[in-house]
Structures are given as structure tokens and as C-alpha cells.
Nanobody
Framework: QVQLVESGGGLVQPGGSLTLSCAAS????????MGWYRQAPGKQREMVAS???????SYGASGKGRFTISRDNEKKMVYLQMNSLKSEDTAVYYCNLRYGNLNYWGQGTQVTVSS
């Protein structure tokens, strides 16, 4: 059973920074594509950023220019560094793992941007 455990969410002021972490329990982590998604109340889940096994990164409109995704294959971790946070970044952030036909989600971590 693959588990993805997110951490690092919380309350941050507008303009602040936050780093989310996701720990994965899968032997083939280094072969997986990892991603961060978010879902705000009343909205659909959207892709924030993803990173392939070859470390190719892509960003959704919400994360481009302000967020950075990275991974540590030895630790089986993926990170999302978020800068210049805005109130509209408030959402539950989910870690995602894709490997072949496998597609797993974490339980999510709440990020609230408010003064």
C-alpha cells in the first residue's frame, strides 16, 4: 500500500513563504512522477506543479513564477516551495504520485494565506 504524507501547511501572511513536504512509501519512488495539486472551497482540484523521474518540471498557472517543486529520491520526498503567497493560494494542497497505471493521493494539508 502506497502512502503519501504531506506536511508543512499552516497559516501564513500574504507575501510570505511556505514549504510543503510529501513523504512517499514506495520502492519505485525514483521512477515516479510527483505532483502537487490544490483544491479551494467550491473549486475544482488543479495542478500546481509536477516533476518527472528525470526532474523535468512543469507548473500550472497558479504556481508559475512563485512556486518551485523539487524532489529527493534518496529520502523519497517531494517539496513545494511557495513564495509571495496570496490569499487566493488558500486551499488544501495534495501530493500526487504516478507510476505506470498507479495514481495515488495524499490526505492533503491546509494552507491558509491571511493577515
Amino acid at each position: 500500500q502506497v502512502q503519501l504524507v504531506e506536511s508543512g501547511g499552516g497559516l501564513v501572511q500574504p507575501g510570505g513563504s511556505l514549504t510543503l513536504s510529501c513523504a512517499a512509501s514506495i520502492s519505485r519512488f525514483s521512477f515516479s512522477t510527483m505532483g502537487w495539486y490544490r483544491q479551494a472551497p467550491g473549486k475544482q482540484r488543479e495542478m500546481v506543479a509536477s516533476i518527472t523521474n528525470t526532474r523535468f518540471t512543469s507548473y500550472g498557472a497558479s504556481g508559475k513564477g512563485r512556486f518551485t517543486i523539487s524532489r529527493d529520491n534518496e529520502k523519497k520526498m517531494v517539496y513545494l516551495q511557495m513564495n509571495s503567497l496570496k490569499s487566493e493560494d488558500t486551499a488544501v494542497y495534495y501530493c500526487n504520485l504516478r507510476y505506470g497505471n498507479l495514481n495515488y493521493w495524499g490526505q492533503g494539508t491546509q494552507v491558509t494565506v491571511s493577515s
